[in-house]
């Protein structure tokens, strides 16, 4: 009975697909044109027949006990599933897992309504890509694009529709263990990385199999909690919220990203996981969102500790009404919604509403025409970490790689050539998946001393000390080995679980003994290559002093050790450019290169009353967009096409840049404008454009940036969005830190 009523709905609408143009979205990017304008009329029929309960079961997200994310795991998520009170699960995996419970679904319940299946795919699945801060820093768009494509074909296969991916948390705090998982400290640049990836994971056709729906997070400004501590308190002017952190929610929503994620922290007083100004205002009345809006792990639970609820009811009363459609874990709107509803404390269509926009995005990922679609073991078999797949997480591990310094061309070292290894993270294989390592496995995975064992002409290895504990009974050893090979390379960092979800520091330098074992090792002598492994800024400012080139390398993913070596020894060539600044200390943070100038900027040194530090420069120790290669680039001054323009025109910038080393080399051509007076306070410099490009020995390339009115737009003074007439500067350069700029004029 339930399948032939499935079967009915379905040939309804099957009978009205390829539906109404109602929505014109990607406007900019036509080729993205996914399935998103189709009108479903399943939901309208099923909307028509559900009971309260299955409704309500629609907005129910539970975890599976396959993996744990959270604080609570709760039993009997299977019996909820076939009670219809559970429509969609999460950590839950493999074609034949997620095949054996929507069989449940699909067959044992009233509606026979598939289940949605969510997982934390963030920078892979089982091909594990460099961390996000790493994939940011490589400023590659394409690739970064291809890697969420390959993560979202991987899960697919193994019966995956939806990953809590891209995290568009802006972050200019070291101290939060989560600042690894984004995009780094830049609006334009975490858009343009946003963007990117809800294109790999979604596609040109959501219906497509290979595809999976993304998911924005953590909506909103998760990414700035006082004092780096995760989960804690957040509060920033509206204005700074708007210029500053929402720009990337916002591109991963105009490329079609089907669902959002609200954040645990509060913003002005208000949990986002209620809050309406974010849910409702902003993201759907502005924005134009027509996904569903989904809570953090038990989210809505914990607005009680907050203390805007008086208990776990009030606070499934205010989420629903406030635009959260569906539940992470809470168990509230299992248990409270069917009361709030009878008793008028959410309205039937507030209800309706979000149940609608849930089956809407079921049926978008076409699960309606068939559940199984997903679930495919012989794909899952074929298509997971294939050799291509592996490929591509290399070259995306090498361009995450940045070399902060590289003196005398130390770098890269001949092939065949002696090296003393030594630091605690070099055989540790593991740490290279970092944490939200999804499906990835260690088997395998090459530590970066096996991949410097397969370049080197012969390698000697001293571990030296732990990672994180005090001891220092290998230095000995390890002075031994440095003195016996030829040049050092020390492998420090962080553990991986040293970041990610509650995983902050108060301190940003080098844990455990790892700083004692530099200085040590820097006393013999003996040159030292220094690679890291991190996800967060370090104070890297005695590291700088010792080492004679440093390679930030992340957390680089399943082909970083192999990525690392190639690097090291002249395979590949590093291309990568700080997406996040790196201070002197953590005195300096937060620190950023879009600071404003103050009334008191520090310009005339020994006068006193300056914008400044007794004990510190003022600028950072590696400047955002910073990263060198093994060429050399040098750049023409900025040229324009005009000196000014208006509304209605653009003008062109260009610069020529020169390979004037002996190697091909990548550089990342950077764009910042300065505008010089506005209604409210400008930075000093602002993103605003940039490209890659590959220059062989020699050659010259003009790079050009179109210059327009919505690239100098901005929240004005009476907080309306768009350019001011005035005098602008702007910079073309090789790192934020760039000083030949011309001017131009924009008029009203
Ligand atoms: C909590 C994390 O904040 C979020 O990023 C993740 O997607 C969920 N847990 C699910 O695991």
């Excluded at 399935?35 to 939901?43: A, S």
């Excluded at 939060?176 to 975490?190: K, N, P």
């Excluded at 020995?697 to 001011?724: A, N, Y």
Aim: hydrophobic share 40%; aromatic share 10%.
């Amino acid at each position: 009975m339930k399948r032939f009523f499935i079967y009915v709905l379905s040939l309804l609408v099957l009978a009205s697909c390829g539906g109404d143009k109602t929505t014109v979205r990607l406007a900019d990017n036509p080729a993205r044109a996914v399935n998103f304008d189709k009108t479903y009329p399943i939901v309208d029929s099923l909307l028509r027949v559900m009971t309260l309960e299955e409704k309500i079961g629609q907005l129910v997200l539970y975890t599976s006990d396959w993996d744990v994310t959270g604080p609570s795991i709760r039993d009997g998520y299977v019996d909820d599933i076939r009670a219809g009170k559970c429509g969609n699960i999460f950590n839950a995996y493999t074609a034949d897992y997620t095949r054996q419970l929507q069989e449940i679904a699909v067959n044992e319940t009233r509606l026979g309504i598939p289940l949605l299946f969510g997982y934390d795919v963030i920078h892979g699945f089982r091909t594990i890509f460099p961390i996000n801060l790493g994939i940011s820093a490589s400023w590659d768009m394409p690739l970064i694009e291809e890697s969420a494509c390959i993560a979202a074909h991987e899960a697919a296969a193994a019966g995956l529709h939806w990953t809590y991916s891209p995290m568009c948390d802006i972050c200019v705090e070291p101290r939060w263990g989560r600042i690894s998982e984004g995009a780094g400290e830049d609006a334009f640049l975490g858009s343009a990385v946003a963007a990117a990836m809800v294109y790999g994971y979604q596609g040109k056709d959501l219906e497509d199999p290979l595809t999976i729906a993304a998911c924005v997070k953590h909506f909103a400004a998760y990414g700035a909690p006082q004092a780096g501590r995760d989960y804690n308190t957040v509060d920033m002017s509206e204005r700074w919220l708007r210029e500053f952190y929402l720009p990337p929610y916002k591109a991963a929503v105009e490329a079609g990203a089907q669902t959002v994620m609200a954040s645990f922290n509060e913003l002005d007083g208000t949990p986002a996981t209620a809050n309406a100004h974010l849910l409702t205002e902003i993201l759907r009345d502005e924005w134009g969102f027509d996904g569903f809006v989904v809570s953090d792990y038990t989210g809505i639970w914990e607005m009680v500790n907050h203390g805007t609820s008086k208990d776990l009811e009030d606070a499934c009363i205010q989420a629903l009404n406030a635009g959260n459609d569906m539940d992470m874990q809470s168990g509230g709107y299992s248990e409270y919604l069917a009361k709030a509803v009878k008793e008028g404390k959410i309205s039937k269509k507030t209800l309706d509403e979000a149940v609608r926009r849930v089956l809407t995005v079921k049926a978008r990922l076409g699960l309606f025409e068939d559940p199984f679609r997903y679930c495919d073991a012989e794909r899952e078999a074929a298509e997971t970490k294939t050799e291509s797949n592996l490929m591509t997480a290399r070259t995306l591990a090498e361009e995450s790689c940045v070399l902060l310094k590289n003196n005398n061309n130390l770098l890269p070292l001949n092939k065949n050539s002696k090296v003393a290894v030594i630091g605690p993270m070099a055989d540790r294989a593991d740490d290279l998946l970092a944490s939200w390592r999804g499906a990835g496995q260690v088997e395998g995975v090459k530590s970066i001393l096996d991949g410097i064992k397969e370049m080197a002409g012969g390698v000697v290895y001293a571990q030296g000390c732990d990672v994180e504990k005090p001891g220092q009974a290998g230095f000995n050893q390890a002075e031994y080995t440095a003195r016996s090979g030829g040049t050092v390379i020390m492998v420090l960092g962080e553990p991986c679980d040293w970041t990610g979800e509650a995983a902050c520091r108060t301190s940003i330098q080098l844990p455990g003994e790892q700083k004692e074992l530099l200085r040590r090792i820097a006393a013999t002598g003996q040159p030292i290559v220094l690679v890291l492994l991190n996800g967060r800024p370090l104070d890297l400012s005695e590291e700088s002093e010792l080492a004679d080139a440093i390679l930030e390398a992340w957390y680089p993913g399943t082909m970083g050790g192999e990525a690392v070596a190639r690097l090291l020894f002249g395979e590949a060539s590093p291309s990568g450019r700080l997406s996040v600044t790196f201070p002197y200390n953590l005195g300096q943070v937060p620190i950023y290169h879009y600071a404003k100038n103050t009334g008191r900027p520090y310009v005339h040194h020994g006068v006193k009353y300056e914008s400044r530090y007794l004990d510190c420069e003022n600028e950072p120790l590696y400047p955002f967009g910073y990263g060198l290669t093994y060429t050399t680039f040098t750049y023409g001054k900025p040229e324009l096409s005009a000196a000014e323009f208006g509304p209605k025109g653009s003008i062109t910038a260009k610069a020529t840049v020169t390979n004037t080393g002996s190697k091909e080399g990548t550089e990342v051509v950077q764009l910042y404008i300065r505008d010089l007076v506005g209604s409210v306070t400008r930075p000093v410099k602002q993103l605003k454009g940039f490209e890659r490009i590959t220059l062989a020995p020699g050659e010259s390339r003009e790079v050009e940036f179109e210059i327009t009115p919505e690239l100098l737009s901005f929240w004005r003074k009476d907080m309306t969005f768009g350019p001011e007439a005035g005098e602008f500067r702007l910079f073309i350069g090789p790192a934020s830190d760039c000083q030949d700029f011309v001017t131009f004029k924009y008029n009203k």
